[in-house]
């Protein structure tokens, strides 16, 4: 025993003492101890987070108000401290809440908002201010200017951890040359040793948000990233949560706020794409996990001796010859319509028949005879089976032969008959051993029958009943077994209810709901990765992608994936990996982060890229891009540097990207083939020459022309012009043989120093600078020519640009 265990029975006190000195604390004065958590672990990383929460934020506030966001970031080195100071062109923040903006940690959360935002918990520009002030204890200066308003509000604050709340130095009305917009000037113990990642964080995220402008200013470098489009990202609304994925926590949370009463209204009005059909299909599934289903057993069979009639009139007193036999009749009838029937079906039989009679004969047919009836007409169908030795001689009922043909059909390798006969008779004894008689199970109480008929037959005949068999058996009555009618419990009893709220949460899951809307999120869209990749990497080839909505834990997230390859791309060492999410970069944990993981899994050799070892980050002149777009994205800290490994999500990341890489193969494969194509195009250019001199020294004819042969042998397209003068006037032709297997449509200019006149009604011409464009773009069949003819006056230049077709597949001639 230590001497503080010893101490407590000495003073009994020490437990009023302990709880006078515990004490809650603010969410600022825990990240005031723990700012690592947030990304401002160290002077050099501090400044890239600031930087990164600041242009996050601008981005936000611009977008949503419908504004092109034009970002000014500049770095000012102060000696001991370094200033950073960022402007922007939004929409500006109100007096009011602009204190609570920078100075209140978690203040204008969008934690619970289904909409995808750059930000999500209203920590991180707060946070920003509260390391600021703890390095170099000066306050944020905040300047901000609302649309329309004649002045700028100025601010001067600090956070109070104790509180999480903005305290106040200066607050001001002040002038500035913007219209609108937000300044944040903080200074802080920074460096500049992450300037690499300051730089990718900048220009990644031009590549992501190509309707930005941003400007770098550092001490010793100044930065412009243009923006390639004035198409601003689609709006975004809030939706409700997706069946797919809630937690059962959530629901209960849902359950015990909601106003509706019964479980369709709460479904339909609480969760999104659930509308009537939908909530039917979930609580029919509920239905069977939280009642059960009802075993369905077969009716009558023509030569059996089977008498629901008699039966029901022998259960039926008092109510009159002609009406009894009316009321068992109709039952009887009813029940032999049917090739199966469950408890609750023949029950509704029994109700039916009951009120026809009493409006036919005027005589009463209260609950107890219903009951009766139905219990009288069961047993005849479902008699008791007779178990009078623990298992080993089982009355031969038409439960146990039913159950005889489910076996025999469900199992797929033929077991002896005695075996199966043996299987079936215990299983009927389950059933048979029921309270109510009903025969109503769920999937794992059936299973369980399932499972001590098949133990029971292997102990007792010493036989194997394995797992694929009791599955097989147990999936066939499961299939015979229908959903009951029962109502399902109102909301505020599933609300107290975990269990049932658990099944509810489980029919959800099974239930095929409509993927969510996406008008929640806001993709890239595969036109404009691919323009934001052009915009900063110089490559030759670009190839973008981007998934469908899925779901995760409720939350609908959309994959996109971009590549880049070739031109100046560094072509040493591994591809680089550029991870966004909700439009952000990812520029540290590159090793945490699920994308990372993703991009090392696949195999990168069937796309065309070296990957030494067959595994990990492949090596060549190539980026590679992906985005996770969600109303809430996985991040695995509160820093927000790196996705978790989350199955679903990272499924779609791997689809994404080997869509786009299947472009990039096709691409590679091309190239080769183009390239094998040009060096035997080249050796032929050498050959053919050769023997053409050889030939006309022989034969003392004149050189063959060969660039005719040269097209022909390489199934190339030719393009060929014949000029012929006619005195002031000089007839041209321009003509394209088609020598490759498909058709062709190239795209042909001709530039010609005079006007060309004559030309057909399908080719254009452009005056520009005394020079004439004609433009024409035919097509060719293959094996077939086209012809193009005009006349011009005088004497002219031609110079011919053919366009749509490879260059190792075209041959042109120009006299």
């Known amino acids: 025993m230590t001497s503080f265990q010893s101490s407590l029975g000495e003073d009994s006190a020490i437990a009023e003492e302990l709880a006078e000195s515990q004490r809650a604390i603010s969410i600022a004065e825990f990240f005031e101890k723990n700012k690592h958590m947030l990304g401002f672990d160290s002077g050099a990383r501090g400044l890239v987070t600031a930087v990164k929460e600041a242009v ?4 936000d506030a611009a977008e949503e108000a419908n504004i092109l966001p034009d970002i000014y970031v500049e770095i000012q080195d102060e000696g001991q401290y370094y200033r950073l100071i960022v402007e922007d062109n939004g929409p500006g923040i109100t007096k009011d809440s602009l204190p609570k903006v920078f100075g209140k940690l978690l203040y204008g959360s969008r934690f619970h908002a289904r909409e995808q935002s750059r930000g999500q918990q209203g920590i991180g520009i707060s946070a920003a201010v509260l390391y600021s002030q703890l390095t170099s204890g000066k306050p ?8 329309g308003s004649p002045d700028a509000q100025y601010y001067e604050l600090i956070v109070d951890t104790d509180e999480n709340e903005p305290e106040i130095s200066v607050d001001e009305q002040t002038t500035w040359d913007r219209p609108h917009g937000t300044r944040i000037e903080l200074e802080m113990e920074a460096n500049m040793r992450a300037r690499t990642q300051l730089h990718d964080y900048i220009k990644h995220t031009a590549v992501v948000n190509p ?26 609304e809030e939706i409700r949560p997706h069946p797919h994925g809630v937690e059962l926590g959530t629901v209960l949370k849902m359950l015990d706020a909601t106003d509706s009463h019964s479980v369709s209204g709460f479904l339909q009005n609480e969760f999104t794409r659930v509308g009537k059909k939908t909530a039917e299909s979930i609580i029919d599934a509920f239905r069977d996990r939280h009642f059960g289903r009802e075993m369905t057993w077969p009716t009558p069979l023509s030569g059996e001796t089977v008498d629901v009639a008699a039966a029901v ?34 029950t509704a039989i029994v109700d039916d028949a009951a009120d026809a009679t009493e409006n036919e004969h005027g005589t009463t047919f209260g609950v107890t005879v219903r009951e009766n009836a139905v219990e009288a007409a069961w047993q005849e169908l479902v008699p008791i089976v007779a178990d009078a030795h623990d298992g080993d001689s089982i009355d031969e009922t038409r439960i146990a032969a039913d159950l005889y043909r489910r076996v025999n059909d469900a199992t797929s390798s ?86 049932g709220a658990s099944d509810l949460v489980e029919a959800m899951r099974e239930t095929d709901i409509m993927a969510p809307p996406t008008r929640c999120l806001a993709p890239i869209t595969d036109e404009l990765i691919e323009a934001g990749l052009k915009k900063e990497f110089d490559a030759d080839f670009y ?31 591994s591809v680089d990996v550029l991870r966004f999410a909700n439009r952000v970069p990812l520029v540290y944990q590159r090793g945490a982060c699920a994308t990372t993981d993703v991009v090392k899994s696949i195999g990168w050799r069937n796309y065309g890229l070296d990957q030494p070892g067959g595994s990990g980050l492949p090596n060549g002149p190539a980026v590679i891009m992906i985005h996770v777009a969600s109303t809430n994205v996985p991040f695995t800290s509160e820093s927000k540097d790196a996705v978790a490994n989350v199955p679903e999500i990272e499924d779609e990341i791997e689809l994404a990207i080997r869509e ?13 083939s183009m390239e094998k194509r040009r060096r035997k195009q080249n050796v032929l250019g050498q050959i053919l020459p050769e023997m053409a001199t050889k030939v006309a020294e022989v034969t003392g004819r004149d050189e063959p022309v060969i660039d005719d042969a040269i097209a022909r042998i390489m199934n190339n397209v030719l393009v060929e012009r014949t000029i012929t003068e006619n005195g002031d006037t000089t007839a041209v032709e321009l003509t394209i043989e088609n020598h490759s297997s498909t058709n062709e449509t190239p795209e042909l200019t001709d530039i010609v120093t005079r006007e060309p006149t004559g030309l057909p009604d399908d080719v254009t011409v452009v005056e520009m600078d005394g020079e004439w464009f004609v433009k024409w773009d035919p097509t060719v069949a293959a094996g077939e020519s086209e012809t193009l003819a005009y006349a011009v006056d005088g004497e002219a230049t031609f110079d011919v640009n053919v366009d749509g077709v490879e260059a190792e597949k075209l041959t042109v001639t120009d006299e």
Not at 56 to 59: F, P
Not at 660 to 672: H, P, V, W
Request: aromatic letters at 4%; hydrophobic letters at 35%; glycine letters at 6%.
């Open 660 to 672: 786009a890489a299947r472009e990039l193969k096709r691409y590679l494969n091309k190239r080769r």
């Open 56 to 59: 996050d934020n601008a981005l």
């Open 140 to 147: 944020a200066k905040i300047t901000s200017r609302t649309q």
């Open 211 to 236: 309707h930005a402008r941003l400007e770098l200013k550092e001490p010793t470098e100044h930065f412009k990233f243009e923006r390639a489009t004035d198409q601003l990202p689609d709006e975004t």
């Open 313 to 346: 009139s022998d259960a039926t007193a008092n109510k009159g010859a002609s009406a009894t036999a009316d009321f068992a009749g109709q039952i009887a009838d009813a029940v032999c319509d049917r090739d199966r029937i469950a408890h609750h079906e023949l």
């Open 543 to 573: 190839a973008a992608s981007t998934r469908d909505a899925q779901v995760s834990g409720g939350d609908p997230f959309i994959v996109e994936a971009g590549i880049a390859h070739g031109g100046e791309l560094e072509a040493d060492g």
């Open 414 to 499: 033929r077991k002896d008959d005695a075996v199966l006969d043996a299987f079936s008779t215990r299983l009927a004894g389950k059933f048979s051993d029921e309270d109510d008689g009903r025969h109503r199970l769920n999937r794992t109480e059936l299973r369980a029958h399932v499972d001590r008929a098949a133990e029971l037959t292997e102990d007792r005949d010493e036989t194997s009943f394995g797992e694929t068999a009791r599955e097989n058996v147990t999936d066939e009555l499961w299939g015979l077994m229908v959903t009951v009618p029962d109502d399902p419990p109102l909301v505020r009893e599933l609300a107290d209810d975990r269990d």
